[in-house]
């Protein structure tokens, strides 16, 4: 069983700043890997695909890199409305699919 | 517009059972595998079932196994969550999803997304 961990739990930044998360694979999950950014209240969206592609109409400031056990979300310039918590989520291996998740907090 | 509106939650005593139900609109619903997901108040995402686009393959958490039997009914585009044996550990908002492409059947990404149905397991 494949599990995800992702780092930090908690990154404080400002607006206009650079976030740089972290997921990593107990096994290798390929290029198959995705990031979904959840905001208080709301469903997830699907923000990255197959490591590093974009899901439609996610902004350019996104964007994903990684293959096999280590995978990276960067927002190159954190917007007020980016702050949430974002879930990696492998679909190599079944039935564990999630990350625990990364909250992006206002420093 | 892609929809998905899940209803039949609700709050249930220890071994009870609910059966939740989401409906879909504005894709070939018959297309796509779906997936229920979970998260309990203030925690993490957890995948719960998946079926494929005609309800021959089917899969389960193994928090889940036994007790929860996930169906579909493409006539009325509609998913299902059978829940039986009920334990305060399934409270959890229980979202569906569909499957991000109609190929890989529900083992796959997910998108769109409900909002959800609330489930509480409490005596």
């Known amino acids: 069983e494949i599990v995800l961990t992702q780092s930090p739990a908690t990154l404080s930044l400002s607006p206009g700043e650079r976030a740089t998360l972290s997921c990593r694979a107990s096994q290798s999950v390929g290029s198959y890997l995705a990031w979904y950014q959840q905001k208080p209240g709301q469903a997830p969206r699907l923000l990255i695909y197959?490591?590093?592609n974009r899901a439609t109409g996610i902004p350019a400031r996104f964007s994903g890199s990684g293959s096999g056990t280590d995978f990276t979300l960067t927002i190159s310039s954190l917007e007020p409305e980016d702050f949430a918590v974002y879930y990696c989520?492998?679909?190599?291996?079944?039935?564990?699919?999630f990350g625990q998740g990364t909250k992006v907090e206002i420093k | 517009e892609m929809q998905l509106v899940e209803s039949g939650g609700g709050v249930v005593r220890p071994g009870g059972s609910l059966r939740l139900s989401c409906a879909a609109s504005?894709?070939?619903?018959?297309?796509?595998?779906m997936n229920w997901v979970r998260q309990a108040p203030g925690k993490g995402l957890e995948w719960v079932s998946g079926i494929n686009w005609n309800g021959g393959s089917t899969g389960y958490a193994d928090s889940v196994k036994g007790r929860f039997t996930i169906s579909r009914d493409n006539a009325k585009n509609s998913l299902y969550l059978q829940m039986n044996s009920l334990r305060a550990e399934d409270t959890a908002l229980y979202r569906c999803a569909r499957a991000f492409d109609d190929i890989s059947g529900y083992k796959n990404y997910f998108d769109p997304w409900g909002q959800g149905t609330l489930v509480t397991v409490s005596s």
């Open positions: 197959d490591a590093s």
């Open positions: 989520q492998q679909r190599s291996s079944w039935p564990r699919a």
């Open positions: 504005g894709f070939t619903f018959d297309d796509y595998g």
